[in-house]
Nanobody, 120 residues
């Protein structure tokens, strides 16, 4: 089992910043990729940003230049720094991890989600 615990969501005014954190724990031998997704009401879940174990990152076009994903391999934790937030960034943000467990099995896990609301 792999558990993901997210934190850092909340209410922020347009133009403000938030930092999300996601810590992975459990029978982890190697974290291959961690990512953040989001889902707004009435919309499908979409990929926001991802980072590989080697540090390669990718971003959705809608957040490029505003969001930064980073990781701390010593803590099995990934962060999403969100700047210049817009009302359209309002969504539930989910952490996702693709890991290899101690028995060599590939596992994909999701966090419980954290609400981000951008509103004045």
């Amino acid at each position: 089992q792999v558990q993901l615990v997210e934190s850092g969501g909340g209410l922020v005014q347009p133009g403000g910043s938030l930092r999300l954190s996601c810590a992975a724990s459990g029978s982890i031998a190697r974290i291959n990729t961690m990512a953040w997704y989001r889902q707004a009401p009435g919309k499908e879940r979409e990929l926001v940003a991802s980072i590989t174990s080697g540090g390669n990152t990718m971003y959705a076009d809608s957040v490029k230049g505003r969001f930064t994903i980073s990781g701390d391999n010593t803590k099995n934790t990934v962060y999403l720094q969100m700047n210049s937030l817009k009302p359209e960034d309002t969504a539930v943000y989910y952490c996702n991890a693709d890991v290899t467990n101690r028995w060599g099995t590939a596992i994909r896990s999701w966090g419980q989600g954290t609400q981000v609301t951008v509103s004045s």
